[in-house]
């Protein structure tokens, strides 16, 4: 089972942040963070992960609290492309990737 | 560009007619898998390779097999298919089983008449 949880939909207006939540609150130490998101009728795509420090890459920021326990993926300037089904995934490095059931995103002019 | 191959894009079977699946990267990546995404919900992991050793998932039924020849490609057989299991199946490769992003294909949408 997913050992995350994510509101099941959110909204955002085109150009705004979009800020997606993730609670992980029984993570081990060794466990990562991921983030993937699922255009619609296209394959998951790999956007971002982490373990104990902020990430920040050309997609997004991943910011996870000190203790660990909860997560938000920042996008920070929504387009329309990023409609998507967005997947927050804790796991141990080298173990199969486990989807919960994700946040739908929709983003809107 | 390196990427993640899957064909046919959509296939079409009969209920119990064997069908094979296909997967090629061009990546070089050590590790491929196989998931199964139905209708409304998340990608489900069948199995995976970590180069030729394989690691199937507890409760991937018997009906999924799977063959990885070399390096490039990997095909998922269904051996008997049901209803049940019209689906997209989509492959992932990462370059290793570490903390490395999976790149996943675009999938094949599978229809079981």
């Known amino acids: 089972d997913a050992k995350t949880t994510q509101p099941p939909s959110m909204d955002c207006a085109e150009g705004r942040a979009a800020n997606l939540p993730c609670n992980h609150s029984?993570?081990?130490?060794?466990?990562?963070v991921y983030w993937y998101r699922q255009i619609h009728s296209q394959g998951p795509q790999y956007i971002i992960h982490g373990l104990k420090n902020n990430e920040t890459n050309e997609m997004a920021s991943l910011i996870i609290t000190e203790d660990r326990k909860s997560s938000t993926l920042i996008l920070p300037h929504a387009t329309l492309r990023d409609t998507a089904v967005y997947y927050c995934?804790?796991?141990?490095?080298?173990?199969?990737?486990?989807f919960g059931k994700g946040t739908t995103l929709s983003v809107s002019s | 560009d390196a990427m993640v191959i899957q064909n046919p894009r959509y296939q079409v079977t009969q209920f119990g007619k064997p069908v094979t699946l296909s997967c090629s990267q061009t990546?070089?990546?050590?590790?491929m898998y196989w998931y199964q995404q139905k209708s409304s919900q998340a990608p489900k992991l069948l199995f995976h390779y970590y180069d030729k050793d394989f690691n199937n998932e507890a409760d991937t039924p018997d009906n999924f097999q799977s063959r990885r020849p070399n390096t490039s490609f990997c095909f998922l057989d269904i051996r008997s298919p049901g209803l049940g299991d019209a689906a997209m199946y989509l492959c992932a490769t990462s370059l290793n089983t570490g903390a490395y992003e999976q790149y996943f294909g675009p999938g094949t949408r599978l229809t079981v008449t």
């Open positions: 990546l070089n990546h050590n590790v």
């Open positions: 995934i804790v796991n141990q490095a080298g173990t199969a990737l486990i």
């Open positions: 029984t993570i081990s130490g060794n466990e990562y």
